[in-house]
Structures are given as C-alpha cells and as structure tokens.
C-alpha cells in the first residue's frame, strides 16, 4: 500500500498507504494484536528509523552542455537498464484553446521520429523492452522503457531521437488517428461509473484560468481543434533537452553512462527556457454543494479541498493526516463509519498532490438504507473531531511505518511507474534534489501529532466542496467537460493518462560531460551480447504436518514476500452457495479468534506487513509482504490470520453488506457488466461457469450463514490442500524454522479433501450477440469469447504465441487496426485464458458507440483472415521470439515476480528450469506451427460477443451484421 500523492509516483503515491489507524488500544476483552499473534515470538516491530536507514537509491549526477540533467543509479541484480526521460511540461502548461494538447502530444511521441520511422514499439519489443509506456500529469510529461543492457544503445538512440529529431515524422494522417485515441480514451474514463468526478472537482476547487482547473484529458473540442503547426510549436517550445531529465537505473556504471549519453544526446540543441507557471493554491469563499447522478451502487458524499503542493512543507502533515483519518483498515472513519455506527460500506481520505497545489478527498460510499443526509452529518462530525484533536502518537507512528515500508517495496524495481529511477526524477523535477524521497521519509518520522493537528485543520477548516453522486440517470456526459473554461463547478481525482492503457542535488563532485560530435543515426545501433535468463534456484522443505515449502532467495531489499496458496478458488464454491467464497475471504479480514478487526488492522499496520486473501478460479491464497526485521511475528499473523478467523456475526453482516454493494457497482461497469454475462454462456454448468469476479449472485449472497462460511473454510483450507511459497531476504532453514513454529501443529482433518468436478459438458455454441443495454455510453465494450479444447496445464507456448500475433500485444493486428489505424478505441486485445482445466480465447474491445458494429465486422475479418491464408509474417515472427527471448531476464526482477514464476512452475507441473528453456522453445518457432495452430484454435465461427452499450444507438448496427442478437436488460434494473 502507498500513501498517495497523487502529484509523483513513488515520493507521491507511497503516501497514500500510508493512512494510519485511529484506536490505539486494543479493544476490551482483546489480546495485544502482536503478543496473541505470535506467543513464542518476540513482536516488538523494528523502529522507523532503523527501516528508514534501508531506504538508499545511490546516483551520480552530470549535466550536459545542452542542459540535459542526467541520473545515474548502479543496481546490478538484473541484466536491464531502467530508461526514464522527464520532461517539466504537463497539462499545467496548456493556454486556453489547447487543453489536452500535452497528452496528445505524448501519443505522437510514439508514433516514429525521422531516423527511426514507424511505431516506437516495434523496436523496443524486438530488444525485449519491459515496462515500457509514457503519461501525461498536470506537471510533468514521462517516458520510460527496462530494456537488457545489451540493448541500451538502442533504447537511448530511440528517445533522442524523439527529443532532437521527431517534427518530421510528424504528419497530418498521424495527428487525426491519435486525435481519435485519445478521445476515446476520454471516453473510456468518462463511462465508467464516477468517470465525472473529476471534472466536477478541478473545475470547482480551481476557478477558471487556474493551470489545474482543466483535466489531464481536455475537452473533446480543443482535442478536435488541434493543427500540425499547434503541435510542432509545442514541441519546440516543451521538449528541449535543458527541460528533460534522464535517469539510468541499473546494470550500469557512471563512466559508461556518460559516454553513451553524450553519443546520443550531446548534439541535440538547447531549446527555449520554461517559464514558471503561477498556481496559487485557492479558497472556496463558501461552501459548495452540489448532487449529480451516475450509474452507481449507492450514494457516495464527498468532502474536497484545494491543499498545498510539493513545493510547500505543509503537504506532507495534511497526507499524513488524511492517512489517518481514512487511509488504512484501521482508520477514524472505518471504525466510526463502517464498523460502529456502520453508516457506510466504504470510507476514504487521501490527499492528491501535485506540484504546486492538490486536494484533499474524503469520501464515504453508503450502506443501502442510509439516507445521505444521515451519512453527511456523521463524515463532517467525524472530520470535525479529527481536526480539533488530531492524531495520536501511535496512530502516527504506524502511519510513518506502512509509509516507510511502502517506500522499501518499491526499491526493488529499477524502473516503470513507481521505482528507483522515477523516484530519483520526479524528486530532482519537483524539489530540486534526487534524493528528496528520503527527505521526506525522515520528515514524515520527526512529524508530531500536534504538527499534524496544526496543519491538518489549517487547510481542513476552510470551506469545502461538498459533493454527492447519486444512483440515476447522468445530467450530462463528459464531452463537453475538461477545458480551460467552464461555467461549471468541479471534480475526483484519477491518475495520469497513460500512453498505452495499462492496470511511472548536488553533482557530488562529478563533472558536467562535454558535447560530442552527432552520432550515426542511420540505422538503429545493434544489440550487444545479452545475459541469458538465470531463474533463481527453487529450494525445497516439508513442514512436520506435510505442509510443501518452495523457496528462492533474493536479498536486494530487506523484504520478504510469502504465499500460502489452497487447491480451492472460486471453482470450489458450490452453485447454491455462489458467493460464499468471496464472503469468507472478506470476513477473514475482520478478526481472528483473538483480535478484532481493528485490533487487527493495528497489528499489521505496526509491523509494516500486507496480510490479504485472494482467489482465481482454481486456487485460493493469502499472501504476505513483509519486512525482513519483522518476518518472524509477521508469519505469526499470517498463520492467525488463515487459521483462526473469528466469523463474527456482526462483522459478517456487515461484510454481507460490503460484497452486495460490490455486486452491484459491478453491475454498473461496462467490463464487469460483461464478463458477468459471458462467462456463463460459454461455459454453463462448468466449474467456470460463473462471474469471474467470484462475488457471486445476490439473492444467494443475501441468505449465507455464517455456518455456510466456516463450513467452506474447514473444508477446503487445509493443511493437505496447502503450498507455501517463499522468496526474498531470509534463507530456508530460518524461514522453515518461522513456519513450523506458525503452521507446523496444524493438523488436517481425517475427512478426506474435497475435489472439484470437472466432467460438466461445455455448451456447444454458435456465433452471435448478446446486446445489453446500458443507456447514454458513450463507448460500448464488446467482450468475445470461445471455450477452448485445450487445459491450462497443457504446453501453451505455441498457442500463446499464435494470440499474441492477433492481439496479444500492443503491435498486434487487431489493436493496430482498431486504436492505431482507425482510431475507434483507446486499445484492444485478445487473450488465451489458461486455468488449470478448460482454456478460452477472449477478445475484449471498448470502441466509440457509432463504431459498434463497424468494429465487430473489423475484428470478424481480421480474424478470419489470420486463420484463412494471412498469417504470420516473418516480421511477425521475428518481433515476436526476438521480444520473447529477450525480455526474459527483465520478467523476473522483483521477488513478487521471482515469486509468481515458483507459484506457475508448481501449480502447472513444470520442471524447476522452465523459463530458462523458453528461449529455445520460442527460437524455433516456426511460421508453419503457429498458423495452424491459429487456424484449429483462434476460430471465429463460434465466437460469442457481448455488447454492453446504449440500444438505441448499438442496435441498429449490430442488425447489420447478420447474426442473431438476444437484447437484455442491466441486471438488477
């Protein structure tokens, strides 16, 4: 979890997490939340300081004579090189007419520069490029690529050229496709429930004119009106190398840094200087009310205020203050609103930071039957008393604790959105120094409750936007929101708009590097050697009670990430109990037999640990992230936490309540609206015939017992039915000693386990449509799906390899068709879906409504043709083993990662050197192979598609098309 400040990604969104409890004592009649966890264990957490002195990210600094800032930051523990170029340009800098204008610059930046012409992808996966996408935020602009050392020529020659040489590459065709994506990008947001939001609060809190009054995104209008000459203008006044900082985090040294930087970067010329942007942080002068509906659960309240930015000290007490009052499990408003007077089934106050301004949110989602008005008053009574008392010590001090040990997490990747070369940019971008991280870490460890009292109701006390979206039918959509001016009040906060749709000092005695001659760009520089994958080594031990323990060792951060995974999932729950599985894992986490909910939220939060459970359809799991200093007694709560769940009554209505809620938010969300229908149709009475969610159907829900609940808990977690994973900063006999001391006298029952039946036939199926309508979408999603006679425990190489030409990547066919040649969606993609028994082939595409139909008959031919006499070109076949073979070092840098390969090689029977020998497997591919497995797998006759869009305007063209079309009605409407 990260405490999140919205305005930076590791600095700013670990913040985030960092919400903190409330009650410092366990409640009457509780245990100590440590002591009862682990008795034979000491508990005593690490002290801050101790973890603060393991947060290090080491660089060296030079500048260029052009004004380029260059980072550097040696970590040897992976053959890749993290690539991240910030540009001090964001939406911030938009005048008016041209909002928008930054994000849509950024897409252009993908799409080829004069030496390396085409799309910037095609060269990246062909090196084996990880983590690679750019976004757009209010401040800044980034880019960023892993990419294996080998291959860092070539990923520097690429942003260079971007930076120096891109303005004529940049066409008119190339400017009116992505004018199109992003604006379906815009309407992807904008459908999904809450999309407004965040209008509503940027234009309220900001008056008009204000740089952050207008979104990331823009305004549908200024999108459409943007000429080539706006966008060459804005390059050239934007993207000069002395507005950029570039960070090399990695497998490398300063010295060969410097030189490969000045190879490419040296002659490229300074631009013009930025001017600073005035954004005073402003004052409501009354308060602001305002209601506005959407298609959502239950009535949401929020409370917003415009709050200082990075570059004022005062953020930092107001996010640790808003963690407190609502940003863990264990908060203020989670134990007054949810678990005492159980007003809500959700709480949140986060503060969002940008540079020079941001906003504080506290919302609270309604428990069905809670009229607004009554949930108004109890938040604003709750938020009154946060800001006359302020935080406890303890409360405080866990809060600094899950910030500290989200910022440890977040070391262990060199690069992407949230890691080590990112955290060193956005500190030097925003605050003037790389290491401002740990600034703020030792700042965050000094801060007094009474600091954060003082601050907190300083910036809390003022008048506040007092916003509430109801359950109904929108006023108004998004089209005509995020310009520059509006006559409307204001917003939500989401996240940056990303490039590609995702799930980014003192020199210290260095000298600055001196220019160096142009380098040959006339062809793209090769590949130097490349570091074969070398998959950690998996170690092997057997608790006394049978109990299987896989282990690899990684130790370059002192963390340690555990799973102990059940052979259950939601297959397991039975079709009169469909639900009772989700309930479980929701109730588990409100108490053990010895610590409440609160008492248990408290005792993970003092530890730094993240304790949760999870299931997919085939295996049930709880997992642990956990400090190395800390592992003993974190163990020790994971095993209380799996094996004694308390089941409380009260709590498990409540939870009830929670997990109804989250059924009907599903049913209010185009993707959710449509995996819900397409799952049962394909698979029927199969195991897998149930909403992939594992939430389950309401009216089952709405009657389990809590005997139902303990009943599957005894009956499909048990000790006979477990794995233990492993991987991090320990060794195996220490961590087998922690574990027999947790799990070791846990005894399975004498009943025999229980197994899953899987002998149901799957429907045979024949092309068609089910249309469901969901009025006023400006998108509608379009989900395709085949049930495949192929088990996941099967070698899929082949057939994995055969979608990913179609659609399993960005440079795929039906995704360059749809997003990149006609502009009718934000991205498409098709994936194989591989459980351990049956396998599907899905295609999931949200396209704009009045192109429906027309992308249906797009993605029909594209498929056909690759089955039928088109199929897989060399060029294919060449990006697709040389981005597989390559990116396999950089698949496994971090322990989560190291983790999941053990988890896949032991559930699906693979021999402990499986990734190591994919580099052969996809070597000798052939075009022969994967076109006939294309044709006798990726078949389009049967394919049934799920539409969720607007009838009046879909139907018409989905008629067109010749297949049968079955309309339906939103579930629970």
């Known amino acids: 979890m990260k405490l999140r400040l919205v305005g930076s990604s590791l600095l700013a969104l670990s913040l985030a997490a960092c919400a903190t409890v409330p009650a410092d004592a366990p409640r ?69 007419g041209k909002t928008g204008f930054a994000h849509l610059f950024e897409h252009l930046m993908f799409n080829g520069s004069e030496n390396a012409p085409g799309d910037f992808f095609e060269p990246l996966q062909q090196v084996g490029a990880t983590d690679f996408n750019g976004t757009t935020w209010f401040d800044r602009t980034n ?24 303005l004529g590459a940049v066409t008119q065709e190339k400017l009116d496709n992505q004018i199109g994506v992003v604006q379906n990008e815009k309407r992807q947001g904008d459908n999904q429930p809450y999309g407004l939001v965040e209008y509503e609060q940027l234009e309220t809190l900001y008056p008009s004119g204000h740089p952050y009054h ?31 900082i570039l960070v090399l985090a990695g497998d490398i040294d300063t010295t060969t840094a410097r030189a490969k930087v000045n190879k490419w970067f040296g002659a490229i010329p300074r631009g013009p200087e930025i001017q600073p942007v005035s954004a005073p942080v402003p004052t409501l002068p009354a308060p602001v009310d305002k209601v506005i509906y959407d298609q959502v659960a239950t009535p949401r309240v929020y409370r917003m205020w415009a709050i200082p930015g990075l570059d004022n000290e005062e953020y930092l007490p107001v996010a640790m203050g808003a963690t407190v009052l609502g940003g863990l499990a264990s908060s203020r408003l989670d134990n007054a609103l949810v678990r005492e007077q159980q007003l809500a089934v959700r709480v949140v106050a986060q503060a969002g930071v940008y540079a020079q301004a941001g906003q504080l949110v506290v ?95 300083k910036w809390a006390s003022r008048p506040a936007f007092r916003l509430t979206v109801e359950p109904g039918t929108r006023q108004e959509g998004g089209e005509d929101r995020g310009g520059y001016f509006t006559g409307e009040p204001g917003s939500g906060l989401n996240s940056p708009a990303w490039f590609m749709d995702p799930a980014l000092s003192p020199a210290l005695g ?34 006394s009670n049978g109990m299987e323990v896989y282990f690899a060792r990684r130790d370059a951060v002192p963390l340690v990430t555990a799973r102990v995974s059940f052979d259950a999932g939601y297959a397991a729950d039975p079709r009169e109990q469909l639900g009772v599985q989700s309930l479980m894992l929701q109730a588990m986490d409100e108490g053990t037999q010895t610590l409440d909910s609160e008492a248990l939220a408290i005792a993970k939060e003092r530890l730094g640990a993240n304790i949760g459970g999870f299931a997919d359809v085939d295996t049930t799991s709880f997992s642990l992230d956990a400090l190395t200093p800390n592992l003993a007694p974190s163990l020790a709560l994971l095993a209380d936490y799996i094996r004694n769940p308390a089941f409380d009554p009260a709590e498990l209505e409540r939870v009830r309540t929670q997990q109804l809620t ?45 005997a139902d609940v303990a009943d599957f808990h005894s009956t499909w977690l048990r000790p006979d039915q477990a794995r233990i994973y492993v991987v991090g900063d320990t060794t195996l006999p220490e961590i087998t000693r922690f574990l027999e001391a947790s799990f070791g006298d846990w005894r399975a029952p004498a009943t025999p386990a229980p197994q899953k039946n899987f002998d149901a036939a799957v429907p045979t199926q024949q092309s068609r449509i089910i249309l469901i309508d969901r009025p006023e979408s400006p998108q509608s999603t379009i989900l395709a799906g085949r049930v495949l006679d192929r088990m996941g425990t099967d070698d899929l190489t082949l057939l994995d390899s055969a979608n990913e030409v179609f659609g399993g990547s960005f440079l795929s066919r039906i995704n360059m068709n749809l997003r990149e040649t006609k502009g009718w969606s934000y991205g498409v993609r ?11 082939f899905l295609i999931y595409a949200p396209v704009q409504a009045d192109r429906t139909g027309d992308s249906i008959v797009e993605l029909r031919k594209d498929l056909a043709s690759y089955t039928d006499g088109q199929g897989v070109t060399e060029d294919e076949l060449t990006r697709l083993i040389n981005g597989n073979v390559r990116e396999l070092p950089g698949r496994f840098e971090t322990s989560q990662d190291v983790l999941g390969g053990i988890v896949d090689i032991v559930t699906y029977d693979r021999p402990d050197n499986y990734y190591e020998t994919l580099a052969n497997r996809y070597a000798t591919l052939t075009p022969q192979q994967l076109d006939a497995e294309a044709a006798a797998t990726l078949r389009g006759d049967d394919l049934v598609f799920v539409v969720v869009g607007d009838e009046e305007t879909v139907r018409p063209q989905l008629e067109a098309l010749g297949l049968p079309i079955e309309v339906r009605k939103l579930e629970g409407n």
Request: proline share 8%; charged share 25%.
């Open 28 to 96: 009457a009649g509780m245990a100590d939340p440590l002591a009862s966890a682990a008795p034979a264990i000491a508990a005593e957490p690490a002290p801050v300081e101790a973890l603060i002195n393991e947060v290090s990210i080491p660089y060296d600094r030079f500048t260029l004579d052009n004004g380029l800032t260059v980072l550097v930051h040696e970590d040897r523990k992976a053959p890749v090189v993290a690539v991240s170029v910030w540009y001090g340009v964001g939406s911030k800098h938009e005048p008016r």
């Open 143 to 166: 880019y960023f690529e892993t990419v294996p050392t080998g291959a860092l020529d070539r990923a520097l020659m690429l942003e260079s050229d971007r930076m120096g040489y891109l």
């Open 214 to 244: 207008h979104s990331t995104i823009g305004s549908m209008d200024d999108l459409s009106s943007a000429t080539l000459d706006d966008v060459k203008e804005w390059f050239r006044d934007h993207y000069g190398p002395n507005n950029a």
């Open 363 to 457: 919302y609270a989602d309604a428990k069905p039957g809670v009229d607004k008005e009554t949930l108004a008053a109890a938040l604003d009574a709750e938020i009154a008393k946060f800001i006359a008392n302020g935080p406890t010590e303890s409360e405080l001090q866990r809060a600094v604790t899950t910030y500290t040990a989200g910022q440890i997490r977040g070391l262990e990747s060199v690069g992407g959105f949230g890691g080590k070369a990112p955290t060193l940019a956005e500190g030097l971008l925003y605050s003037g120094d790389p290491a401002e991280y740990k600034d703020v870490l030792r700042r965050a460890a000094a801060m007094t409750p009474q600091q954060v009292e003082t601050v907190f109701g």
């Open 510 to 543: 260095i000298q600055a590097a001196t220019r160096m001659a142009e380098a040959d760009r006339s062809q793209l520089p090769d590949m130097e050697q490349l570091a074969p994958l070398d998959f950690p080594d998996i170690e092997r031990a057997t608790l």
């Open 662 to 706: 989250r059924i009907r938010n599903e049913m209010n969300n185009p993707g959710a609206i449509a995996q819900r229908a397409l799952a049962p149709v394909l698979f029927g009475q199969h195991p897998y015939g149930i909403p992939p969610s594992g939430t389950g159907d309401p009216a089952i829900v709405e009657r389990l017992t809590r």
């Open 830 to 840: 098709s994936i194989v879906q591989s459980p351990l028994d049956r396998s599907s």
